[in-house]
């Protein structure tokens, strides 16, 4: 990764051990094309994802090998998300959930007994996670969750509900978060999904995303051993922005690889339909649409490629930070400048990554759409599923309509903050 620091030989050009992981990635996908489709349909979770995902790897693709995981940095990751993502963005939002915003906070941010309690697990399939933020008044303003906890001594107790909870109905494990009762102090807990006094419920009749398991999670006095509070009390609310960073990530890198296969479909399509005598590929407004598509992977690559080397450098610091400080939790957030301008600056590309290749997957699927013409227009087509998906990337992890604004205060500064 050192490579990638200095500007001048930044050409994101993939080593021999990318490429051979890369291409074991898409074997997976191949063999995964045709249950996926036939689940899609379905409106039912792939269960030949997990076993197969599993065989190579993938469920632990960034996570270190202590853990059981592959130990790749955030670039390969990202590019396997990327050819995941011509499956459809429901097998990379099961990803995005279990790894992004689910193994890497707990990478991040747990202790070694938490790591080694929970985190080699989900590495080999045993246990998925999912990653519960989200409420029915709280979506792209995390800080104002009304899910509480009680510190009982012994114990915490966890009262509230969340809701679009990705994995949610069979992950064993999940980071949630809540307020703390009294306070507007915000933690983070590991949650065991088999624990008492927690109730699950499917959500369906979603227009998109339709073999994605999201669920309504119900906190009845739910009691959450000490132990699992993630790093200290009252800094859920800045893990939590953290691990926002890597599923912003993950949504650019799969849309993506939405865009590339649409560029294959249209362009099979475009050089076997004829009308008016000639293949449409022949059309100047087909190749005006085509061209579009192609555009927007390339500008798409290079924010998510560069966001994504951002990322890895903030979390090298991490890492040695950690290893160099046994108090590091409460001494990182402890006017580090270092970790400030590090993370401030990979927020701020995952944003832009994510605005962008998320808005531009949307206008290809659409494009995609209307080069197949009436023959797009039904879920057995791919351009028809990724446009209804897509529909969904432009919401989740922060609204695009948020990251303008977020995207503009970075450069106006935190005075200047219009949320």
Not at 86 to 105: C, K, M, N, P, W
Request: glycine share 8%.
């Amino acid at each position: 990764m050192k490579d990638y620091l200095n500007l001048s030989r930044m050409n994101f050009e993939m080593s021999k051990s990318q490429i051979d992981f890369i291409s074991k990635v898409d074997n997976s996908c191949r063999n995964l094309r045709k249950f996926e489709e036939e689940s899609y349909l379905l409106e039912k979770f792939n269960e030949k994802l997990i076993p197969e995902f599993n065989k190579i790897g993938m469920l632990g693709c960034p996570i270190s090998k202590q853990y059981g995981g592959l130990g790749y940095d955030m670039l390969t990751y990202l590019l396997s998300i990327e050819r995941i993502g011509e499956e459809g963005s429901s097998i990379r939002t099961f990803l995005s959930a279990h790894t992004s915003i689910g193994q890497l906070v707990l990478q991040n941010w747990g202790n070694e007994e938490q790591n080694k309690e929970y985190l080699t697990n989900t590495t080999n399939g045993k246990s998925i996670m999912g990653f519960a933020l989200t409420e029915p008044e709280a979506g792209s303003d995390p800080a104002s969750l009304v899910t509480e906890y009680e510190d009982c001594g012994t114990y915490f107790v966890l009262r509230g509900k969340k809701h679009w909870i990705g994995n949610g109905t069979f992950a064993k494990i999940i980071t949630t978060y809540a307020r703390e009762k009294g306070t507007n102090k915000i933690s983070a807990f590991i949650v065991e999904m088999d624990s008492q006094n927690i109730e699950t419920i499917e959500m369906k009749n979603k227009m998109g995303l339709l073999t994605v398991k999201n669920a309504e999670i119900f906190f009845n006095n739910c009691i959450i051993p000490k132990k699992n509070l993630i790093g200290l009390k009252g800094q859920g609310l800045n893990i939590a922005y953290s691990a926002l960073i890597d599923g912003r990530l993950s949504v650019a890198a799969g849309s993506i690889g939405v865009m590339q296969d649409c560029l294959n479909e249209v362009v099979t399509y475009s050089k076997s339909r004829k009308q008016h005598g000639s293949v449409i590929a022949k059309k100047q407004l087909i190749q005006h649409h085509i061209s579009q598509i192609a555009i927007s992977i390339e500008t798409s690559k290079w924010l998510v490629y560069r966001a994504g080397c951002a990322r890895q450098k903030l979390h090298e610091y991490l890492i040695e930070f950690k290893t160099n400080n046994k108090t590091w939790i409460s001494k990182l957030n402890r006017d580090n400048e270092i970790y400030k301008k590090l993370r401030f600056e990979a927020d701020r590309l995952a944003a832009i990554a994510k605005f962008h290749a998320t808005n531009t997957a949307f206008d290809c699927a659409n494009r995609s759409i209307q080069i197949f013409g009436s023959a797009g227009y039904k879920k057995t087509s791919r351009v028809a599923k990724h446009f209804l998906d897509t529909r969904a990337t432009t919401i989740y992890e922060g609204t695009n309509e948020v990251l303008e604004l977020k995207i503009a205060s970075a450069i106006l500064g935190n005075d200047y903050s219009s949320y």
